[in-house]
């Protein structure tokens, strides 16, 4: 089965840095999304990207966050200046049609802000 | 705004016996409603999904979830659990309408016993 493919599985960076998380969504998919999840708590939506623009966003992601897909197989999050409270796995997701049954998700990226 | 409870944050049961997970939802009107499993170090895979139609679902590896509007209940069972099925359990609903992103619920981990 094809996968959605994360890197780095884990990531630690220093309070005020820069992270870039990488994915790269499956092959002929058009919808791509970001979740997170801090320990302990639910997993929330972050982002939905379709034809090089955001779709849709979450009150989370504000001013220091940005998406990008770079290069028509990559599908990036930054965080321009992480918190503390930022420290969460962070899930990738993408769908072929848009439609929330079609979901495949990556299998994450733990960042840890220090 | 939607929600989903999920009211058990582990279970612990013997392999062979029967398992039933708990989800509960709020939202104004009878919503797409989802299943999802994540293994350790693994993404979240679909294991079953509500859309219209019959209420009891039937999803991959033995699981069923059944809809009940009366009660905004949305259970996961399986009538004899595996060893393999340890892992940890999320509960999703998305809006048939507008908003498309999914809102997840804290999750339930499954320990099983042998």
């Known amino acids: 089965e094809p996968e959605v493919t994360q890197t780095p599985s884990h990531q630690v960076t220093q309070m005020g840095q820069e992270v870039i998380l990488r994915c790269v969504p499956i092959?002929?998919?058009?919808?791509f999304y970001w979740y997170r999840q801090i320990l302990g708590q639910k997993v929330e939506f972050l982002v939905s990207f379709y034809n090089n623009e955001i779709s849709e966003k979450s009150e989370i992601f504000d001013d220091q966050f940005s998406v990008e897909r770079p290069d028509g197989s990559n599908f990036t999050l930054k965080i321009r200046s992480t918190k503390l409270e930022d420290s969460a796995m962070y899930f990738c997701?993408?769908?072929?049609?848009?439609?929330?049954?079609?979901?495949?998700f990556g299998s994450g990226t733990q960042l840890s802000v220090l | 705004a939607q929600s989903v409870t999920q009211p058990d944050i582990h279970i612990t049961v013997s392999e062979g016996a029967s398992l039933e997970l708990r989800c509960n939802y709020s939202?104004?009107?009878?919503?797409?409603l989802f299943w999802y499993v994540q293994s350790p170090g693994q993404g979240l895979q679909l294991l079953l999904k509500y859309f219209s139609g019959d209420t009891l679902v039937q999803g991959i590896k033995g699981f069923e979830a059944e809809f009940k509007r009366s009660q905004s209940s949305f259970n996961l069972r399986k009538p004899s659990v595996h060893w393999s099925d340890a892992a940890e359990y999320f509960c999703a609903v998305g809006a048939r309408t507008g908003r498309r992103a999914l809102t997840f619920g804290s999750g339930t981990r499954l320990q099983v016993q042998p």
């Open positions: 939202y104004g009107a009878t919503p797409y």
């Open positions: 997701a993408s769908s072929q049609t848009g439609a929330e049954e079609k979901l495949f």
């Open positions: 092959s002929n998919h058009l919808y």
